[in-house]
């Protein structure tokens, strides 16, 4: 993955704006590139577009939607902002956690009007950090429909889409200005593009072990659950053309990977009220109070295995996805009539698990508070009968990465923007400052979102769209 410094301006083919990644990001930088009068061409290294939303529900927070307001929820960029930087503690980029979270509502909206991608508000209150209901999901609540309706609006829009190409090459000239870019098709064959703008939403590091170990040590041995195409192309492209890094050590993790089937299971089990209990039958944390956070505490057990607890009512409403669907058919989920009779299936001792049963009921209904701090007010009582999960966990994604501002231009370690380089995703630093534990659920879609549209709008404007017009964005 080398970037070759030359001066060469003749390519076979070209493009005012080069996309390299299909996932959330390129898809909505395409977009917006060509919404603004860019003629774009997105490069996939996978034969299908989608990237790592495509594992989940497809949600992505916004506030101050009309979605929100449709259901009397009040709520703005500044207060969805503040939620962020309580969660890292202050240590996220200010001016760029504004930036994001007052570009995400009008390009939802955009996307709506503008491209037909219908969205909703997700049902159930807030998840943990969240001060109001902001998730907005399509109908069919799934990440892989999101990515087949942003396709097809791509493709409308007349964005050249090509898949199953790798771009290995950039080629620069000596002032780090991106003239092209050099990709392998899988049947081995390898063509040239120049570009006059490049949007990196290629993904992070964390497929990466040597940067895992580089830039994560404490969890390079961790279980990977992420998409096998953030291995770090963006990282070591705009490194080689002097942009900055930021922010390297943060990453998202999640207490919800079942390795018997090779899958997360949905936030639906404990957003509702679900549980985790370790091998001896006995909770061991807050289990709503921050991915990492909690991840970290389940590698400390037994095994370092979990058993996600729910029940009826909960998997019901969980079957709205897809993936839990696909769950659910497996041998992966365990039922019992009982506590006991659970305890029986999972191995765990059942007197243990009949005394959390009651204990978290106790919570639940308002008759004892939990030690742990996890406020279940809100939630409907557990009810019998049981269902059960055995999980790990997973390092799901960076969010540390390339500098950028809040046009999504990369940026060097002084502040000053690459001629012509941009980036989003993953690939970018995100909002959560310097470790796992400031990632508030959610945040990786917003920036992906956010600056997916602010780097596309931004892109077409250097190459001479004079007209574009960028997405509202902190000034």
Not at 193 to 201: S, W, Y
Not at 383 to 404: D, E, F, I, K
Request: hydrophobic letters at 40%.
């Amino acid at each position: 993955m080398p970037v070759e410094f030359s001066d060469r301006m003749t390519y076979p083919q070209s493009a005012p704006v080069l996309v390299v990644g299909g996932g959330l990001c390129g898809l909505i930088a395409a977009l917006a590139a060509r919404d603004a009068g860019a003629e774009v061409v997105l490069i996939e290294r996978e034969t299908h577009l989608g990237g790592s939303i495509q594992s989940g529900r497809g949600i992505v927070p916004a506030a101050g939607t009309r979605y929100q307001a449709a259901a009397g929820i009040v709520d703005s960029a500044s207060q969805f902002a503040a939620d962020l930087q309580r969660k890292s503690r202050g240590a996220g980029d200010v001016r760029m956690t504004l930036a994001v979270t007052s570009a995400v509502a009008p390009t939802i909206e955009w996307l709506a009007d503008r491209h037909g991608v219908p969205w909703q508000l997700e049902p159930g209150l807030p998840q943990a950090g969240h001060a109001k209901q902001r998730f907005h999901g399509v109908p069919e609540r799934s990440g892989v429909a999101l990515v087949r309706r942003l396709e097809e609006a791509a493709r409308r829009a007349g964005v050249r889409i090509i898949t199953g190409a790798r771009v290995l090459d950039l080629h620069a000239s000596e002032d780090g200005r991106v003239v092209g870019a050099m990709y392998t098709r899988r049947d081995g064959t390898s063509e040239d593009i120049g570009c006059q703008a490049l949007v990196l939403a290629s993904g992070g590091f964390a497929a990466n072990g040597s940067y895992r170990k580089q830039f994560m040590p404490a969890v390079a041995e961790a279980f990977y659950a992420g998409h096998r195409g953030s291995y770090g192309d963006a990282l070591h492209w705009a490194s080689r053309l002097g942009a900055g890094l930021r922010h390297t050590g943060a990453y998202s993790a999640r207490a919800a990977f079942a390795p018997s089937c090779g899958q997360l299971l949905p936030r639906t089990l404990i957003d509702e009220g679900g549980i985790q209990v370790n091998l001896r039958g006995e909770r061991f944390g807050n289990e709503v109070d921050g991915d990492a956070d909690f991840a970290a505490q389940l590698m400390a057990q037994p095994r370092g295995l979990a058993w996600t607890i729910y029940d009826e009512r909960i998997h019901q409403q969980a079957m709205g996805g897809d993936e839990y669907r696909v769950l659910a058919g497996s041998n992966a989920v365990h039922q019992g009539a009982t506590p006991e009779a659970l305890a029986a299936q999972i191995g765990v001792p059942a007197p243990a698990l009949a005394d959390v049963f009651d204990r978290v009921r106790d919570y639940q209904i308002g008759r004892s508070v939990d030690p742990f701090g996890r406020v279940f007010a809100g939630r409907e009582p557990m009810a019998l009968p049981l269902r059960a999960v055995c999980v790990t966990a997973a390092l799901l994604h960076t969010q540390g990465g390339l500098m950028v501002d809040v046009h999504g231009r990369v940026l060097r370690d002084d502040g000053t923007p690459l001629p012509n380089l941009f980036a989003g995703g993953h690939a970018a630093c995100g909002i959560s400052g310097p470790h796992g534990s400031g990632y508030l659920p959610g945040s990786g879609w917003l920036c992906a979102l956010s600056l997916g549209r602010l780097a596309g709008t931004s892109a077409a404007r250097m190459v001479g769209w004079a007209g574009a017009q960028a997405p509202e964005a902190a000034a």
